[in-house]
């Protein structure tokens, strides 16, 4: 096995051990036995604070004969690096790479085990000495370990962040390093103080007095936005960086290099970010880990509990198919994306005992991986934990035993997708029709902004579930991508909750849309600018829709209840639970208003909606292309107060920005296409049996399915159907 063997397959591998680790002898038991099903590939994860107690004293052996048996069972290797679990000596020989609190406290923790949370938050490597030792044991463990062609893929970062908060209390870092690096980092984006002191409303007289502010909780001030651009933008990404560098450099086989999280940052740019300091970007997926968002619709049984169709519905919509279209759209075009710690077994936190997940959970899993994209797969983990905070979850064999219902399901679905590798185990190569706008200004000033920030994931996961519910394969376009030629060739760009925003980024929405775009935006399109500082018109882009602004207020929910809003502070600050009426191409349609009741007085735009006698939502005209606003969030309706008057507004609005989709009555289809072949994966996400007509195309015929029942309908028309189970997942692959 090499690099080269390996990647003419679908990763699908399995974790295999880290330290401490499980005897040897069943630890390649358990090897063979993924072997035998199908698997190419196993993960071991290195641990630097483990792997050199002493300085330049390096023990790999046991990693060395796991690689080695490997390679015997032509097995690929996913080796993970885990620096953040620092040695003692590190500790000893620079006291002063602690971390610091907010509160100006040095972090005591020192990992001595990789629970709870793989070491960190670790020392700062901002720190020249513990950058140094790290890169050097980095250096040196893949020297060693390069000599072993079935290592086919390095992973920098378990799970990549500090979690400070969580495990120490505290905000990081603020030490002398880091503030030193957060100034340098200033002064090449200002160049000097007088436009730093102009363009974030302060007044300093000397770089060295710069310093963000540390107080408990979250504010909106200017410095701050800079601030936390800088700690989860720069200072990781450096990090990571550096690390990708090192491999890069002491590699002879020059293998991929990729890091992962623990999920994707949703409606925030950091993954954007993290997916260009290595070749590519991952995540943790444990689907079973939540049920969804307490705001949403769902409905409970007499005691309580969370209805199954619902449960299980939201643990593949979020976990899966959202967390993954946005972790793909988020790599560059092109590059791989990796489920890179997906749930093979029960989730398991100290007596907390979750659900073993049946074969039908792992099947829909699996394949609403392969919908959103993905081109490799790593369970977590093979063989029960031993550790007893993890004790007895997650694996896809029990404690005792060479199979399981799950494993086997996992297994026979690896057969699967590995007769035809070129298929899924290549990007996608054609952009979505639709684009949902991520913009890290936006995501900043919404996460410090209090009572009702966290609108922005609410809204902008809504809007997908609009797409996903109408067969409409979404891209998250980043904002850094406006300006770019290919934004041209999507046929609808939307912003959801879209309180903040640069003068830049509105310049470049007005020239997509002047090109021949079509644009939609929820209420108060830049009310703040990105340094947390509100423009007087209330709005951004006005030319560009054709309105100013006229009025604001808040509006009540359904039956006056509080999903997102803050309870009132005294009478009258809210409107009674509204509906907008449509008008123009819009008239017969209604619209009901979540959050915030914006309305405008028109200047070039055509009214397409009413509230009050006054003007609510509109049309404009400009250049090639068109605008509308709407004056409220209604991202919201999709999964909260859901409604058909919301659903129906939004299928106009997709018909008149000319967006094609199939009704396919609650199942998803989605498709891969590569190597002549095309695979289209469908989800019935309904509580029926449903049976769906794939789209049809004479050009190509069928070759392959997995799950449900396949029938064709006759040689004249070509048409394939698929018959699901509730909640059930297929795949049908074509040959043109």
């Not at 880290?18 to 199908?38: A, N, T, V, Y």
């Not at 720190?127 to 060693?144: I, K, N, S, Y």
Request: charged share 25%; aromatic share 12%; proline share 4%.
């Amino acid at each position: 096995m090499n690099k080269e063997k390996f990647y003419a397959q679908f990763a699908f591998g399995s974790h295999l051990c880290r330290k401490p680790m499980p005897p040897m002898c069943e630890m390649k038991r358990d090897m063979e036995i993924l072997k035998s099903r199908g698997f190419n590939l196993i993960k071991i994860q290195a641990h630097w604070g483990l792997d050199e107690p002493a300085e330049n004293i390096m023990d790999t052996a046991a990693y060395e004969e796991l690689v080695d048996y490997a390679g015997k069972l032509d097995m690929g290797v996913y080796m993970g690096l885990t620096n953040e679990q620092a040695p003692n000596w590190l500790w000893e020989k620079y006291p002063d790479c602690r971390m610091t609190a907010h509160n100006g406290s040095a972090l005591a923790y020192q990992a001595q085990y990789t629970l709870p949370a793989d070491g960190k938050p670790g020392p700062c490597y901002d720190h020249p000495g513990a950058m140094a030792a790290q890169l050097d044991f980095t250096a040196r463990f893949v020297e060693r370990l390069s000599v072993y062609e079935n290592i086919v893929i390095w992973n920098t970062w378990q799970e990549i962040g500090y979690w400070s908060e969580h495990l120490t209390g505290g905000h990081v870092c603020y030490c002398d390093n880091t503030m030193n690096f957060f100034r340098e980092w200033l002064k090449g984006k200002y160049k000097n103080l007088d436009a730093l002191n102009r363009a974030l409303s302060v007044n300093y007289s000397d770089w060295k007095y710069i310093a963000p502010d540390r107080q408990n909780g979250t504010s909106c001030l200017p410095m701050d936005f800079e601030w936390q651009y800088f700690m989860n933008h720069v200072q990781i990404g450096n990090v990571l960086q550096k690390r990708c560098e090192t491999i890069k450099a002491h590699d002879m086989h020059k293998r991929p290099v990729f890091a992962h999280k623990s999920a994707p940052a949703f409606a925030s740019g950091m993954d954007h970010t993290y997916a260009r300091c290595q070749d590519f970007l991952g995540s943790s997926s444990y689907p079973a880990w939540s049920s969804g968002d307490g705001r949403d619709d769902c409905r409970y049984d007499e005691f309580g509990r969370r209805e199954k169709y619902d449960a299980l519905f939201a643990e593949t919509f979020n976990g899966i198919c959202l967390n993954f279209d946005f972790l793909r759209s988020s790599n560059r075009f092109g590059a791989h994306t990796w489920a890179a710690e997906l749930q093979g077994g029960p989730v398991s936190t100290g007596f907390h005992l979750g659900r073993v997940p049946s074969a039908s959970d792992i099947r829909r899993w699996l394949l609403g991986l392969l919908g959103s994209g993905v081109t490799g797969i790593s369970f977590w983990v093979t063989r029960a934990e031993i550790m007893a905070g993890e004790m007895n979850g997650f694996s896809l064999l029990d404690n005792e035993g060479s199979t399981t219902e799950r494993l086997e399901e996992a297994g026979n679905i690896a057969k699967f997708i590995n007769k035809y590798p070129d298929l899924f185990n290549t990007p996608a190569a054609q952009r979505a029709q639709v684009g949902i706008i991520v913009d890290e200004d936006n995501y900043i000033g919404c996460s410090r902004l209090a009572q009702g920030g966290d609108g922005l994931g609410y809204s902008m996961r809504g809007w997908y579930k609009y797409m996903f519910d109408n067969n409409i394969s979404v891209d998250f376009v980043h904002a850094e991508e406006l300006g770019e030629e290919y934004i041209g060739s999507y046929k609808l760009l939307v912003m959801p909750f879209p309180l903040f925003m640069s003068d830049k980024t509105a310049e470049n929405f007005g020239k997509y849309v002047e090109d021949g775009g079509f644009l939609v935006s929820e209420a108060t399109p830049g009310r703040i600018r990105e340094n947390g500082m509100t423009r007087r018109e209330t709005m951004a882009m006005r030319d560009i829709f054709g309105v100013k602004h006229k009025s604001l207020k808040m509006v009540s929910e359904p039956n006056y209840g509080h999903r997102f809003t803050p309870g009132p502070r005294t009478w009258g600050e809210y409107l009674d639970p509204a509906k907008f009426a449509g008008a123009g191409i819009f008239e017969g349609y209604d619209l009901p208003a979540n959050l915030y009741v914006q309305c405008f007085e028109l200047d070039k735009a055509e009214e397409i909606l009413q509230f009050d006698q006054m003007t609510a939502g509109a049309l404009n005209c400009r250049g090639k292309g068109r605008a509308v606003i709407i004056g409220s969030y209604i991202g919201h309706s999709a999964a909260a107060y859901r409604n058909d008057s919301s659903d129906n507004f939004v299928k106009k609005l997709l018909s008149v920005a000319g967006v094609a989709y199939p009704d396919a009555k609650g199942v998803n289809i989605r498709e891969r296409r590569a190597d002549k072949k095309k695979a289209y994966i469908i989800f019935n996400t309904t509580s029926e049996i449903q049976k769906t007509a794939l789209p049809p195309d004479r050009s190509y015929r069928y070759l392959d399915s997995y799950g449900g029942k396949v029938s064709k309908c006759c040689k004249e028309c070509g048409l394939i159907f698929v018959e699901c189970e509730p909640l059930e997942a297929a795949a049908v692959v074509l040959q043109s």
